[in-house]
């Protein structure tokens, strides 16, 4: 099986202590069942923390987390103390893959990291270059034979006219207003989403009227379209392209939305993939309302 991953991923490095959202809170933290054994053996102070702060269910394992939703071992000054102490092999499985993701559309694995991520970000609005895709067995191929999204649908068996992967937003308030009501019945992440849509919807008469396409770098949200479309690809075979296609569109149409009204698009995107990418739930859904 070959992998392919985005022309940036080599790049990808956890920010750590430099990054405003961490992965280490609000999210529950499971524990797989190999790393959980050895936190059950492991020797010292650090040993003695571990124990006291997992939670084991039904035979699966997460931290306790603290009463301001954090990890346990996450430090005051955003470091890791398990790493710090011990080192990054002693992560349990998703501390250690966190956020990449890998999916699969036949022969082939798609991987790459996902939009929650401020890195990830930084690096797909980096650039307003099409974004490129390697066929690698290893990260450190990267830069070899690259090839555009077109090319690499044509490869895996997808054929898409090149117009349909360009993003040209050309919104009406009743396209605008049909992309929210979408989002909008999604199930909220926490009450912050929930006033977000709320200010979204008020203001919604006056962004439209105030839009003009050339507001938008198209090369940055075709990028934004087209790294999108890659992680749904999966989804091609039981929903078809030209749904996914949708998906891709719809949700690149809220994140312009979003970043209008807060005039941050870099945030937009992170906190849509924190409501979309990471629930199933709400991805099946929107593709039950395009």
């Given amino acids: 099986m070959e992998t392919i991953l985005p022309e940036f991923y080599p790049a990808f490095t956890c920010k750590a202590d430099r990054c405003a959202h961490s992965c280490c809170k609000g999210w529950e933290i499971d524990i797989d069942k190999d790393t959980a054994a050895r936190y059950q053996s492991m ?166 009227r105030s839009f003009q396409p050339s507001m938008v770098d198209s090369g940055r949200f075709n990028r934004i379209f087209h790294y999108i479309l890659y992680r749904q690809l999966e989804q091609a075979a039981g929903q078809g392209t030209a749904q996914v296609l949708s998906f891709a569109y719809l949700n690149t149409d809220f994140i312009l939305l979003s970043g209008l009204a807060t005039g941050n698009l870099a945030e937009a995107l992170r906190r849509w993939s924190e409501q979309i990418e990471y629930d199933p739930d709400n991805v099946a859904l929107l593709y039950t309302l395009i």
């Fill in 43 to 208: 020797k010292g102070t650090l040993g003695d923390r571990l124990r006291q702060n997992m939670l084991t269910r039904d035979g699966q394992s997460c931290f306790r987390m603290d009463e301001e939703g954090k990890c346990p071992f996450l430090r005051a000054d955003g470091l890791c103390q398990i790493i710090r102490e011990t080192g990054e092999e002693n992560l349990c499985v998703i501390c250690t893959m966190h956020p990449r993701f890998f999916t699969y559309v036949g022969a082939y694995e798609l991987a790459g990291t996902g939009l929650s991520c401020e890195k990830t970000v930084e690096l797909l609005l980096g650039s307003s270059d099409p974004l490129r895709f390697g066929v690698m067995k290893s990260a450190e191929q990267a830069g070899k034979s690259l090839m555009d999204l077109s090319a690499l649908l044509a490869k895996i068996g997808l054929i898409v006219p090149a117009e349909e992967l360009q993003y040209t937003p050309a919104f009406t308030l009743d396209d605008a207003q049909f992309v929210l009501d979408c989002l909008a019945q999604t199930e909220p992440i926490d009450a912050d989403w929930q006033q977000a849509i709320a200010d979204l919807q008020r203001r919604l008469p006056d962004i439209i």
